[in-house]
T-cell receptor
Framework: DSGVTQTPKHLITATGQRVTLRCSPR?????VYWYQQSLDQGLQFLIQ???????AKGNILERFSAQQFPDLHSELNLSSLELGDSALYFC?????????????FGDGTRLSIL | AQTVTQSQPEMSVQEAETVTLSCTYD???????LFWYKQPPSRQMILVIR??????QNATENRFSVNFQKAAKSFSLKISDSQLGDTAMYFC?????????????FGKGTRLSVIA
């Protein structure tokens, strides 16, 4: 058990809809990362938050947004969903930084767009 | 931008044998971190081993060890005494060492099958 909790585990929805994925980091971890794993693109970094503020942005679409709340949990919002958004979405968390503070991953949310 | 390349999409190994997974990367950074993550069929991402670029000594974790060649930008993973539970996707990952931590850049992965 990594200590990172993601909900829901599975999500099935239709094109054009909006969904919210939730992540609770390990206790004490200030950084939260979101990654997308798809068959054709592999594991890609989407966005990072550190102590409530956006720290880094990767290949995140404009239809996607995220935030980190005061209690450090994070939500990833996906809107106007397309078939190509079907993927496994991972949240990871880490403490302050460095080799001794690696990223620990949640079990992921499997998003299926019909 | 950093890139990570895993040139072996699939590999197989007999139980109890040794297998080496390859990883190369491209960066202009001098200090950085490298990782191997394992993703079993349960789809969890599990940290296997990590290496700091400024350390010449290769990291080891039980049956897992790395061969880190900084000049060649190579970071291979050796699994000794392979077990059925080692069957998984293995991802090589790169990270720049800035405070507050930075995102991981992953390779495409190598699917390893351990055969009884």
């Amino acid at each position: 058990d990594s200590g990172v909790t993601q909900t829901p585990k599975h999500l099935i929805t239709a094109t054009g809809q909006r969904v919210t994925l939730r992540c609770s980091p390990r206790s004490g971890d200030l950084s939260v990362y979101w990654y997308q794993q798809s068959l054709d693109q592999g594991l890609q970094f989407l966005i990072q938050y550190y102590n409530g503020e956006e720290r880094a942005k990767g290949n995140i679409l404009e239809r996607f947004s995220a935030q980190q709340f005061p209690d450090l949990h994070s939500e990833l919002n996906l809107s106007s969903l397309e078939l190509g958004d079907s993927a496994l979405y991972f949240c990871a968390s880490s403490a302050t930084g460095g080799i001794n503070q690696p990223q620990h991953f949640g079990d992921g949310t499997r998003l299926s767009i019909l | 931008a950093q890139t990570v390349t895993q040139s072996q999409p699939e590999m197989s190994v007999q139980e109890a044998e040794t297998v080496t997974l390859s990883c190369t990367y491209d960066t202009s950074e001098n200090n950085y971190y490298l990782f191997w993550y394992k993703q079993p069929p349960s789809r969890q991402m599990i940290l296997v081993i990590r290496q700091e670029a400024y350390k010449q000594q290769n990291a080891t974790e039980n049956r897992f060890s790395v061969n880190f060649q900084k000049a060649a930008k190579s970071f291979s993973l050796k699994i000794s005494d392979s077990q059925l539970g080692d069957t998984a996707m293995y991802f090589c990952a790169f990270m720049k060492p800035y405070s507050g931590n930075t995102p991981l850049v992953f390779g495409k992965g190598t699917r390893l099958s351990v055969i009884a």
